[in-house]
């Protein structure tokens, strides 16, 4: 009796894990993309909680141009990770972009710390949130087939 329920967990175990083999990487790519997308339009529209600390940061830029800017960009980040032809591309625009979320961090650690190194502000935590966009991305280019490879 016990071995009998031993076994159908063990079918059971080996379903899920083939199933979320299967539905994983595109449910993290589109995931990921839509994240991308979604605060992308946030800074097109003016209403991202990051605008605040982008125009602190980036102070050489004229903010009601660069944040538009960086929001189309994230937009085309999202759209790539979601279209599998250009998976690629996402991944370059989004290692292109990533250094730059962490300048405040540097350059604002009064904004970012309640007490350096550790305790963070609520805009701290957002940008250190990034580490696991960085990580996901990682997951996604780690699984695309070598361009040599293919034929």
């Keep these: 009796m016990l071995m009998n329920k031993l076994e159908g967990l063990k079918k059971f175990d080996f379903k899920l894990i083939s199933l979320l ?10 995931s ?6 979604w605060f992308g339009v946030l800074k097109i529209f003016g209403d991202s909680p990051a ?4 125009t602190k940061t980036i102070y050489w830029f004229d903010p009601d141009i660069f944040i538009p800017i960086l929001g189309v960009w ?9 279209v599998p032809k250009f998976i690629r591309a996402g991944l370059f625009l989004l290692a292109l972009q990533m250094p730059g979320t ?12 309640q007490s350096i190194p550790f305790n963070l502000t609520l805009e ?7 580490l ?3 990580g996901a991305a990682m997951a996604v280019g780690g699984r695309l087939t070598p361009i040599m490879n293919k034929k």
């Design 74 to 82: 994230e937009m085309a980040i999202g759209a790539c990770l979601i």
């Design 132 to 134: 696991v966009l960085i």
């Design 51 to 54: 605008n605040d600390v982008i």
């Design 32 to 37: 990921l993309g839509i994240i991308f997308i």
């Design 21 to 30: 083999n299967r539905i994983s990487l595109p449910a993290l790519r589109i």
């Design 102 to 113: 962490f300048l405040p961090l540097i350059l604002l650690p009064e904004v970012c710390f």
């Design 124 to 130: 701290g935590q957002y940008i250190i949130k990034n």
